[in-house]
Nanobody, 123 residues
Framework: VQLQAFGGGLVQTGGSLRLSCAAS????????IGWFRQVPGKEREGVSCISSSDSITYYAESVKGRFTISRDNAKNTVYLQMNSLKPEDTAVYYC?????????????????WGQGTLVTVSS
C-alpha cells in the first residue's frame, strides 16, 4: 500500500499548481483522502479532504475559494488544484488515506500517508 504525492514546485505569488496523489496497492475509491501541509517547526495542517462514497469536500478557511480537491477513480488519483497561491501556502504537502473516517481534516484519523511534495510560493 503506497501513496505518492507529486506536482509541487516553485511558483510566483498568484500562480497555480496542481498536486496529484496516486495510489498503488489499493483502490482509492474506498478511501477518504486528505491533503495536509507542514512548515518546519509547525504542526501539520489540514488543507482539504474528500470523502470516498459521495465526494463531500471540506477546505481549511485559509484555502477556501482558491484550492479545489477532486478525485478521478479511473486513474486512482486525487488532485489538489491550487490557484491564487500566496507565500503563506509554502509548505511540504502530504496526501493521506483513511478508511471510513469520513471527510475530516484530523490528521490522526488517517491510516496511510504519502511522502511530501514541496510547494514554494515566491513573493
Amino acid at each position: 500500500v503506497q501513496l505518492q504525492a507529486f506536482g509541487g514546485g516553485l511558483v510566483q505569488t498568484g500562480g497555480s499548481l496542481r498536486l496529484s496523489c496516486a495510489a498503488s496497492g489499493f483502490t482509492l475509491d474506498y478511501y477518504d483522502i486528505g491533503w495536509f501541509r507542514q512548515v518546519p517547526g509547525k504542526e501539520r495542517e489540514g488543507v482539504s479532504c474528500i470523502s470516498s462514497s459521495d465526494s463531500i469536500t471540506y477546505y481549511a478557511e485559509s484555502v477556501k475559494g482558491r484550492f479545489t480537491i477532486s478525485r478521478d477513480n479511473a486513474k486512482n488519483t486525487v488532485y489538489l488544484q491550487m490557484n491564487s497561491l500566496k507565500p503563506e501556502d509554502t509548505a511540504v504537502y502530504y496526501c493521506a488515506a483513511a478508511r471510513d473516517a469520513g471527510p475530516t481534516l484530523i490528521a490522526g484519523l488517517y491510516d496511510y500517508w504519502g511522502q511530501g511534495t514541496l510547494v514554494t510560493v515566491s513573493s
